[in-house]
């Protein structure tokens, strides 16, 4: 259950909500808004780095050794530039399962979309790399993929574009299946065979993320300079989801007056080290414990706001989030 704390910097942001008073609202997201749609987060405990298999990939002992030293490895340039296998082969489900569209967006994300039709988004940035937050109404423009999409494959060491149909199709057919025989993509080759680019014929061809070591893209920088170096202030900052563990993403939160209050949406307290202060007298930074769409549904009940949000977006939503809106769970 998400729980609704009164403090005085969740009264200010609900009663400046209600009033129409934040008309600037940027929004950080991370893999946490995701989750109701079946895709796991990195960090928690049924995430990505807990459950990775080391020895179930087509790696060298001393890479094996590495990842389950350090699961992160999988998503780091390090171990990429020298075999494009773990990333592969774990992503495999990831990037099949985004091809046949199997994940619908979530509460979470269709509250963003709600603050844009009511005109007050000023910029979504999203870590996430599943592409939910374009399944929503957003104009592209006020989106910003921060760790890039699936939706793109290009070749990590020359960088020429790869076509999409193609690659998941040799994802299918030549990368094996490392999660056994109950994985719905189980129908795969016993051995993994390199996708080589068409360029320069490396195996080096992924979708377009950013792996650990790899700068953002240009977007990013961009959008930071249009929205946190300018006169034009930010009035609010909406983090949801994220464990503000990845930098230069999570630095975000530290980069307004200490005059703009901050709502976190989350399951534990994240980004203590970036001055989020949880002390419950604070007056800036309003904290909501729990599973994001549990918290946004409070949020819609508070602001008076969920029968035009269901209106607009339950019927297309993943069926949990429907669940947790319409309460027939
Ligand atoms: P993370 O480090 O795994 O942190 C997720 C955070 O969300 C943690 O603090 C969790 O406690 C919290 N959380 C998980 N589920 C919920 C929930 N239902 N409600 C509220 N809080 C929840 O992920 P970050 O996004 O912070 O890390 C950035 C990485 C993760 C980016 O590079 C992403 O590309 C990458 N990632 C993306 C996806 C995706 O695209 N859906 C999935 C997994 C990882």
């Avoid at 999570?250 to 307004?256: F, N, P, S």
Wanted: hydrophobic share 40%; with cysteine.
């Amino acid at each position: 259950m998400a729980t609704f704390i009164s403090s005085p910097a969740t009264d200010r942001i609900l009663a400046g909500l209600r009033a129409g008073s934040f008309r600037n609202i940027v929004v950080l997201t991370g893999a946490g808004i995701s989750t109701a749609s079946g895709i796991p987060d990195f960090r928690s405990p049924g995430g990505l780095y807990a459950t990775l298999q080391a020895d179930s990939l087509t790696a060298s002992p001393q890479e094996k050794q590495y990842l389950k030293k350090d699961p992160t490895g999988v998503v780091d340039i390090r171990i990429f530039a020298q075999n494009q296998f773990p990333y592969l082969e774990v992503r495999r489900p990831f990037i099949l399962g985004t091809a046949d569209q199997k994940w619908k967006y979530t509460l979470a994300h269709a509250f963003i979309g709600l603050l844009h039709d009511k005109k007050l988004l000023r910029r979504h940035y999203d870590q996430n790399i599943d592409g939910l937050s374009h399944q929503v109404d957003v104009e592209p423009s006020k989106i910003i993929n921060v760790h890039g999409s699936l939706q793109h494959v290009y070749c990590e060491a020359c960088k020429a574009p790869y076509p999409l149909a193609e690659f998941r199709e040799a994802v299918r057919t030549k990368i094996k299946n490392i999660y056994g025989e109950a994985s719905e993509f189980a129908n795969a080759p016993a051995e993994s065979e390199h996708i080589k680019c068409l360029q320069c014929s490396r195996p080096a061809v992924k979708p377009a993320t950013v792996l650990f070591g790899r700068s953002l893209p240009d977007a990013f920088h961009e959008g930071v300079e249009k929205d946190f170096n300018t006169q034009e202030n930010i009035d609010l900052l909406i983090v949801a989801g994220t464990s503000l563990k990845v930098h230069p993403s999570a630095g975000l939160v530290d980069m307004l007056p200490a005059s703009v209050p901050r709502l976190v949406i989350n399951l534990e307290p994240v980004g203590e080290d970036l001055v989020i202060d949880y002390s419950p007298d604070n007056a800036r930074d309003g904290f909501l414990k729990g599973y994001c769409d549990e918290s946004v549904l409070k949020l819609l009940e508070a602001l008076g706001w969920k029968d035009e949000l269901a209106a607009k977006y339950a019927a297309g939503m993943c069926d949990k989030s429907r669940a947790t809106l319409l309460g027939d769970k």
